[in-house]
């Protein structure tokens, strides 16, 4: 996945000060974890910082002068009744995201001396939550923007959402079939700008047929396979062999079928879509040239075309190391609406084609920042060093046996390490607990032989950590151990749900506390989940060189939560979630912020209750309830449970199936 350098060995060394993502923090700076230690600058793009008091902002509009506190804010929601683990959308800082992409491409327009316009559609499969299409439609109206549908559901839900509004674009992708087309041409008929994107030439027979029977004049898009193809995990969206759009001789021969009707004018937008979060500049420009040759013929060719879609692909810089690293981009926002608006200038003024108005179709870059998970840690298994005994015949104590030969060896390794032997001493120590294992499963070695091993190990391997630090050049081996030696840290979230694509595809979001930032974290912990599945982990998170196996966090203090944030989870994770283990849908709260900083909750969506999940199952709750109380009043008749234990019992379980499916503790 990662295409950047490794991490350089003398990089990832310290026990406890070199978190600094940043790579600038020594022992002697205040223990405080700072900006630099979750890189919260970098990725954060103004809207985060943290506070004096060490907890998490947001600044919606980027300025000091209008921020809010996120600590604040979940426990406003506690008070309100609705704990841990909620999604938190920020309308305000997704209004700032879209002034952002309008005043790019505003501001590219004009340097340029571009004629046509520009108009910004939002994929509603990004995020088609109905706070969140509601709140791009609210927001996107004054921007001009539009909304762009990949299925039938998503039409007639944005048809609903836009009425009385003619001139917003809708721009219909994805496999229409029959119904999806009759929608689109039903809406045209409304007086709707809508076009649907053809995929393929059955779909432009059912557009003509449709078309003449609601006797409607309809725009047409087409959908073409650049030759370009994007990069990284989604460069299969393009190229040749990509699922969707026509061929180039497809498109001839669409245009031919369209002149043979006389309706070649309806061929208004050409699109194309290279492939989601596009790393890379080059592959921008490469694609947007191509694309924007295909224009100029179909102008020359007598089409109608007026609209240039380059599909979405704009990317989010998730762990702000502005590289072409999958989950980063190597651009800016300026960078990419300037080549758009260049490219496509340079290419129709070659050919004296009229310039375009430029459709941008981005998804993740519209609502990435404008979501944050948070999420409370339970508890943690902590790596620390065990009492070793002294000697060898306090060794033999633990058992009646003698200690074979691999222990032996693994408790003088444990005597002899030092700064000079270090990697000696741990090859010893690795190849001592091999043997230890394989002497156990033979039957040679007792449980508590065994069980001594492994104290020896971690501990020698604590020790070899710390002997570590400051090693120039530090060899590679022990470079790992900070990989090896984390702690595991319980989280009261479903990845499978909330945070999908980190399972599915290794992606990585910048992840930190939301408060504590005051103390320097000393722990490296990695992140598991509710779910019975080792899958239900975070292992990699955001770092400048690479991805990093673990994240900072501090020591769990007892009855003191401790919160941590996903951010910039705003795109696909809410839609391709799941409910793996029956863990539902978070709580999610619609937060605004007014002028002088204050927040106020504008809707809470409830989180999924058990009895929800379970009928999402196929489930009957009241018949659930019933066997539950037949076996009750069973237990009863036979003299197990009392009538007033059998109440309560069935109380208990009807308590249950309306509360949330993650752990309530903390909402009390
Ligand atoms: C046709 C089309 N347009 C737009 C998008 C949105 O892409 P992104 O979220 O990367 O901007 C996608 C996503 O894959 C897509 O398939």
Redesign the pocket.
């Known amino acids: 996945m990662s295409n950047k350098k490794t991490l350089t060995p003398s990089t990832a060394s310290a026990a406890t000060a070199d978190f600094d993502l940043g790579g600038s923090s020594s022992s002697s700076e205040p223990l405080i974890a700072n900006a630099a230690t979750y890189a919260i600058d970098a990725w954060g793009d103004g809207f985060f910082a943290i506070s004096d008091a060490g907890t998490v902002v947001v600044r919606p509009d980027r300025s000091p002068s209008r921020e809010v506190d996120l600590l604040e804010i979940v426990e406003g929601l506690r008070d309100r009744g609705y704990g841990s683990p909620v999604l938190l959308h920020f309308g305000d800082v997704l209004d700032t995201v879209l002034r952002d992409l309008r005043a790019a491409f505003d501001k590219a327009i004009e340097e340029n001396g571009y004629q046509g316009a520009y108009q910004g559609v939002f994929?509603v499969?990004?995020n088609q939550q109905r706070c969140v299409v509601e709140d791009v439609g609210r927001i996107g109206a004054g921007l001009g923007f539009g909304l762009?549908v990949?299925s039938k559901p998503e039409l007639l839900a944005v048809l609903a959402l836009t009425v009385d509004q003619p001139d917003r674009l809708i721009v219909c992708?994805?496999f229409k079939e029959d119904r999806y087309i009759e929608f689109a041409m039903l809406a045209a008929k409304l007086g709707r700008t809508i076009v649907p994107?053809l995929e393929n030439l059955k779909e432009l027979e059912l557009v003509l047929q449709h078309a003449e029977r609601i006797g409607v004049r309809p725009k047409i898009g087409i959908?073409v396979n650049l030759n370009t193809r994007g990069a990284g995990r989604?460069a299969t969206?393009s190229g040749v062999k990509a699922k969707?759009g026509l061929s180039l001789a497809e498109v001839l021969k669409a245009v031919d079928i369209l002149r043979d009707r006389g309706m070649l004018d309806c061929l208004e937008l050409l699109?194309c879509?290279m492939?989601?979060?596009?790393q890379d500049i080059r592959l921008v420009m490469a694609g947007v040239a191509e694309l924007a040759r295909i224009y100029t013929e179909l102008h020359r060719l007598g089409a109608g075309v007026r609209y240039i879609d380059v599909?979405?692909?704009?990317?989010v810089d998730y762990d702000g190391s502005q590289t072409n690293f999958a989950f980063s981009r190597n651009y800016s926002l300026e960078e990419y609406a300037s080549t758009v608006v260049y490219r496509i200038q340079s290419i129709c003024d070659d050919r004296g084609v009229p310039h375009p108005t430029i459709v941008?179709?981005?998804?993740?870059?519209?609502v990435a920042q404008q979501s944050i998970l948070i999420f409370d840690v339970m508890g943690s298994n902590r790596f620390e060093p065990h009492d070793i005994p002294g000697d060898l015949e306090q060794l033999r104590g633990h058992g009646d046996e003698q200690p074979a030969r691999p222990l032996i060896d693994l408790f003088e390794a444990w005597q002899r390490i030092s700064p000079e032997n270090l990697l000696e001493c741990w090859h010893d120590a690795q190849s001592a607990r091999a043997e230890a294992l394989n002497l156990f499963s033979l039957g040679y070695m007792s449980l508590e032989h065994r069980a001594e091993v492994e104290r020896i190990f971690w501990t020698l391997a604590l020790r070899a950590r710390e002997l570590s630090v400051g090693l120039d050049p530090l060899p590679e081996e022990l470079a790992e151990l900070d990989d090896l030696l984390t702690d595991v840290y319980f989280c009261n979230l479903s990845v499978f749900q909330s945070l999908p694509d980190c399972w599915a595809i290794d992606q990585v979001f910048p992840m930190m506390p939301i408060h504590r930032l005051d103390e320097m974290p000393t722990r490296r912990g990695t992140l598991a989940d509710l779910t019975c599945d080792s899958d239900g982990k975070v292992d990699q998170f955001i770092d400048r060189e690479d991805v990093r196996r673990w994240l900072p966090l501090h020591d769990l203090v007892p009855d003191r939560p401790y919160l941590l944030g996903a951010f910039l989870v705003g795109?696909?994770q809410e839609t391709l979630g799941d409910l793996h283990n029956l863990f539902g849908d978070t709580h999610a709260a619609h937060v605004r912020v007014d002028d002088a900083g204050r927040w106020w909750i504008e809707e809470i969506i409830e989180g999924d209750t058990v009895r929800e999940v379970l009928a999402y199952m196929q489930y009957d709750s009241a018949a659930l309830t019933r066997a539950i109380r037949g076996e009750c009043e069973r237990s009863v008749h036979r003299g197990k449970m009392t009538a007033r234990e059998s109440r309560e019992m069935v109380q208990a379980y009807e308590n249950g199936l309306s509360g949330y499916t993650y752990l309530e503790g903390d909402s009390d």
Not at 275 to 278: H, L
Not at 360 to 366: C, K, P, W
């Open positions: 994929p499969k990004v762009e990949g992708n994805g994107v959908r989604w969206s969707f699109h879509h492939g989601s979060q596009m599909g979405g692909g704009l990317g941008t179709e981005s998804g993740r870059a519209m795109a696909y």
